[in-house]
């Protein structure tokens, strides 16, 4: 088992920023590839980022392009999301997810093993 704990969401304005955090327990952080998913009310759950075990190879959906970083630290065993530029249709509940797998891209969610609860981010117009 890796527990995942996502914090840092939030209400903000269109065109701010947020920084999501994802802490995971266990020695085999560094091990396991993170992503992001998020999922709309209503909607399926979609990728959003991920990165590999050593941060060299990171992803993202084409809609976070340019606006959203994920990054990684491993001796804390935390895996961040830097939002920039947030848009109204980036409103959503975010959650953090590992892989123990080895894998092409990391972008569907069945390639991922654990999830956290989440964490609401709004962003109002």
């Known amino acids: 088992q890796v527990p995942l704990v996502e914090s840092g969401g939030g209400l903000v304005q269109a065109g701010a920023s947020l920084r999501l955090s994802c802490a995971a327990s266990g020695r085999t952080f560094s091990t396991y590839a993170m992503g992001w998913f998020r999922q709309a009310p209503g909607k399926e759950r979609k990728f959003v980022a991920a990165i590999r075990w050593s941060g060299g190879s990171v992803y993202y959906a084409d809609s976070v392009k340019g606006r959203f970083t994920i990054s990684r630290d491993n001796a804390k065993n935390t895996v961040y999301l830097q939002m920039n530029s947030l848009k109204p249709e980036d409103t959503a509940v975010y959650y953090c997810?590992?892989?123990?797998?080895?894998?092409?891209?990391?972008?569907?969610?069945?390639?991922?093993?654990?999830w956290g609860q989440g964490t609401q981010v709004t962003v109002s117009s």
């Open positions: 997810a590992a892989s123990s797998a080895v894998r092409s891209s990391y972008v569907l969610a069945y390639e991922y093993d654990y």
